[in-house]
């Protein structure tokens, strides 16, 4: 092939190329490449605050062969841990009752019993068992002396009473009294303000991406628009994260669904937000600050 003919079909193939269309590569936004506009930034809130409550477990049982007695002795014992309560004349404490329990007396420790002597004839021991729970409010403001001694107050009552105190070790607790004791200790003190909180928390994490955000604004001289996008990185109450027990299953099935956060110790509970939050950008100089949503 001459010089002459290469040249010809060079020409000819530049030709037919340049009357196809242009081809322009799109990166969307969220790749991270090419066409990325404004600026995303990672806020962080925190709020904190006293646990406000404190509840206290308790149970009251009595066992008998007949099941007359048992009721008499049942209703005797939950009396006494009644009027010793409210004996003690402090408005901010409660008795209240949950899930009634009607057993063979050592039966709800031991799910797996074995009977060795099927046969016999004895009578069956019945066992009555209600848990009941010690409310304290407005405890927020104690000290931790006063608090030790409001504890060691209502223990004390309890057990002088015949109450068994603390969590049930029933591993069938959940479908009597329908929650599962989620703290090991004597006591649960409980933050309810919880949305008062979340929302004080919500608030610091978006203050904290707007100033990050302006300061990213000014560097790259341009004005910061509106926010155009929020993900939330982490929640308050999220179990995976904090080891606060976040509760939000009501008490009774007449009970509104309520949030609150557990601790078995009396310290300020934080309540944390991790926000992903974008801004737009918009032309002009930073130094007039946000740019107009309008």
Known sequence: MTRSSMVVIVVTLAVAGASRPARAQFFPSGTGDGNFSGFSVTGKGMASAKPNRLEIDIEVSASSELTADAIVKYRDAKKRIEEAFAALRLAQVTVEERGLLVDQKGMQ??????????????????????????????????????????VARLLDVAQDAGGKVGPTQDPYAYYYYGRMNQQNGLVRFILDDYDKLEEEAYGKAIADAESQAQRLAKLSR?????????????????????????????????????????????????????????????????????????
């Open 109 to 150: 420790m031991s799910p797996y019993f074995f009977d060795s002597q099927p046969n016999r004839r004895n009578k069956t021991e019945v066992q009555l068992t209600r848990k009941l729970m010690i409310k304290c409010s407005d405890i927020r403001k104690l000290d931790e002396e006063a608090l030790l001694q409001l």
């Open 222 to 294: 341009v004005k910061l628009g509106p926010v155009a996008g929020v993900r939330v990185s982490t929640s308050p109450g999220d179990r995976a994260t904090s080891p606060y027990y976040y509760d939000s299953q009501p008490q009774d099935s007449e009970a509104t669904e309520h949030k609150r956060l557990e601790s078995s110790r009396f310290q300020a509970i934080p309540v944390r937000v991790v926000l992903m939050v974008r801004f737009d950008a918009a032309p002009g100089s930073a130094e007039g600050g946000r740019a107009s949503t309008r």
